[in-house]
Every structure is written in structure tokens, then in C-alpha cells.
């Protein structure tokens, strides 16, 4: 069955040092790929995404994730924490198969603490 | 432009009784999602509305759950009899009218069922 795991469910990191959150995907056909961010009480928001083109995506707020479809990854990076970065961050996957209209597949989140 | 609202908020129940939750879309999209994240696990997809029709519906639970979506503008998501296991936070997304399958979801901030 396709899925999608993100290792680690809580990751902290000091402000000012990198943010990685890992995602790797199973699926024979590669997928799209999204990155949400849910800060509290609100709704998920889109970080950035993959369809087709350049693998390495740059999104909102400084983030950006590359597709290696080799290693079926889809990691998030920020080369700086910032302390408005804490939230709960969601990796998911859209298979591409005909007919398919936008069913989302998600990993289980990865909370990031941020410390000043 | 208004992004998409869901009510209530917070909704508390007892085993047995009937609860209905209601989303309103971006105005204009004719795409909306239901997922549901149950505690401890991933973010889940329960099913998908292009305007008033159904178009995919294989993530419903069982026949406790309906969803409607008359006049293809709102949608409400009844749960009758409503049971422990329902509990968990209910989100709505929609999304343009290409229905392209990566066209981007915008979320709303959920609806959190809790049933004693």
C-alpha cells in the first residue's frame, strides 16, 4: 500500500540552525508532493509542493524540499529557525494515476520545537 | 477572499447522539475535501465533493457518516449515532475549478469532535 512516513514526530532545533524534516514516500509511479504547516488553532497551510519540473522547490518562508526520486525522499529544509517556525508540519502525497483528483495521502507530522 | 470556514469550532457530544458539521468553501471552488485526524494518528481522507456530486467517497468510516453537498456551495458531514471512536479533529479543503489533481487544497481550521 502507498504511504507516506516522516521520521521523527518531534524534532527540535535551536534558532538561527537548520530545520530538516525528512519524508520519504512508497509508491511505484513517483507522486505529487506537498509540505503543510499547521500552526496552532489554525488550518494546514501549503508550504510548497512537487508536480513536475525543477526538484528542487522552494516554498513560503524560507523553506524549500528537493525530490530524489532515487531515494523516494521529499525533505523539508530551512538553512535558519526562526522561533515563528514551531508548528507541526505535514509531508503527503498525491498518487498519479489516471482519475485520481486530489486525494491526499499524509504522514503522521513531525512537530518542531524551536529553542531560542 | 474569504478562505474556507468550518462550524463549529469545537463540538462535544454523547455516545449515541447526532452531530453535524458544516464547511464552507473558497467561494468559486467546486472542488471540497473532508479529512479527519483521529489522535496519535495521520491526517485521513474521507471523501470528495466536485460541486454537488460525490466523487469519491472511499475513505467514509462506515454508513454513520454523511455528507452532503446540496447546491454545490457548503457541505455538512452528519455523524448519526455518533461513537467514541469518531473523535478527532474534521478538516475541510477545497480547491479550483480544474479539478487537476494538484491543484493546491486550502484548508480550514477543522472542527474537533470530542463523544463521551
Known amino acids: 500500500a502507498q504511504s507516506v512516513t516522516q521520521l521523527g514526530s518531534h524534532v527540535s532545533v535551536s534558532e538561527g540552525a537548520l530545520v530538516l524534516l525528512r519524508c520519504n514516500y512508497s509508491s511505484s509511479v513517483p507522486p505529487y508532493l506537498f509540505w503543510y504547516v499547521q500552526y496552532p488553532n489554525q488550518g494546514l497551510q501549503l508550504l510548497l509542493k512537487?508536480?513536475?519540473?525543477?526538484?528542487l522547490v522552494k516554498g513560503i518562508n524560507g523553506f524549500e524540499a528537493e525530490f530524489k526520486k532515487s531515494e523516494t525522499s521529499f525533505h523539508l529544509t530551512k538553512p535558519s529557525a526562526h522561533m515563528s517556525d514551531a508548528a507541526e508540519y505535514f509531508c503527503a502525497v498525491i498518487l498519479t494515476y489516471t482519475g485520481n483528483t486530489g486525494k491526499l495521502i499524509f504522514g503522521q507530522g513531525t512537530t518542531l520545537q524551536v529553542k531560542p | 477572499e474569504a478562505g474556507v470556514t468550518q462550524f463549529p469550532s469545537h463540538s462535544v457530544i454523547e455516545k449515541g447522539q447526532t452531530v453535524t458539521l458544516r464547511c464552507d468553501p473558497i467561494s468559486g471552488h467546486d472542488n471540497l475535501y473532508w479529512y479527519r485526524r483521529v489522535m496519535g494518528k495521520e491526517i485521513k481522507f474521507l471523501l470528495h465533493?466536485?460541486?454537488?456530486?460525490?466523487?469519491?467517497e472511499s475513505g467514509m468510516p462506515n454508513n454513520r457518516f454523511l455528507a452532503e453537498r446540496t447546491g454545490g456551495t457548503y457541505s455538512t458531514l452528519k455523524v448519526q449515532p455518533a461513537e467514541l471512536e469518531d473523535s478527532g479533529v474534521y478538516f475541510c479543503?477545497?480547491?479550483?475549478?480544474?479539478?487537476?489533481?494538484?491543484?493546491?487544497?486550502?484548508f480550514g481550521p477543522g472542527t474537533r469532535l470530542t463523544v463521551l
Open positions: 479543503a477545497s480547491s479550483r475549478r480544474d479539478s487537476r489533481a494538484s491543484d493546491t487544497q486550502y
Open positions: 465533493f466536485v460541486k454537488e456530486s460525490k466523487q469519491d
Open positions: 512537487y508536480t513536475t519540473g525543477a526538484t
